[in-house]
Every structure is written in C-alpha cells, then in structure tokens.
C-alpha cells in the first residue's frame, strides 16, 4: 500500500468523514441541503476532497434514472455518498458532475 496524501480544507466549519475525521468539503461548495440520500439527509456539492470512487452505475433515483458512482472516505473507505456523471432529464443536467454526500456521514469541525 502506497502513501495516503490527504487535503485539508480552511475554515472552522468544514465538512468531515465521521468516521475518521479526513476533511470532506467545504460549506462553500454547498449547492443545495435540500437532496436525499440513501440513508436521510444530503447536501448537493461542487467539489469534494480526499474521496475515491466506484465504478459508473445506471441508478433509478427519486428524480429519475441518472450514472452515478458512489464515493468513499479515502483514508477509511468508507461510503460517503456519490458523484453525479449523467442525467438523463434534461432538467436534472445541472447535477451532472456534482456530489452527494449524506449529512448522517459527515460532521462540522
């Protein structure tokens, strides 16, 4: 196994794995907090650090069928929630290349 880099992000109030506290996202990439995960709560992100992701799979999800990868910590590989690659509704596009991650994963610190 190789050497693990890790990003830290600025700010007191950035998003982490709750698991292992790796610094997941800034709240200035906040889209939306209005999204659902699998498991409750999820805010919408432009940009996310210090993630690994699966493989692209054809997912059914609330607003409809969307390519998707989930996402895991990537120093506990942990899964964090999942990166829009495609949208099939036109009006779901702007998601297309942004991030879930689920509330209940993460905590501010």
């Known amino acids: 196994m190789g050497l693990l880099f890790v990003e830290s ?6 998003f982490k794995c709750k698991h292992c506290g790796v610094d997941s996202a800034s709240p200035d990439a906040i889209v939306s907090k209005e999204f659902r995960g699998r498991h409750g709560r999820a ?7 210090n993630v690994s992701f699966g493989p692209n799979e054809d997912r059914i999800l609330m607003t409809g069928m969307h390519i998707v990868n989930d996402i895991y910590c990537s ?19 702007y998601k297309e290349g ?11 610190g």
Do not use: H, T
């Open 9 to 14: 992000l600025p700010g007191p109030k950035v």
């Open 75 to 93: 120093c506990c590989q942990r899964l964090l929630g999942w990166r829009y690659e495609k949208a099939y509704n036109e009006d779901q596009k």
């Open 43 to 49: 805010y919408l992100f432009n940009s996310v650090v």
């Open 98 to 108: 942004k991030y879930i991650l689920e509330k209940g994963m993460m905590v501010k």
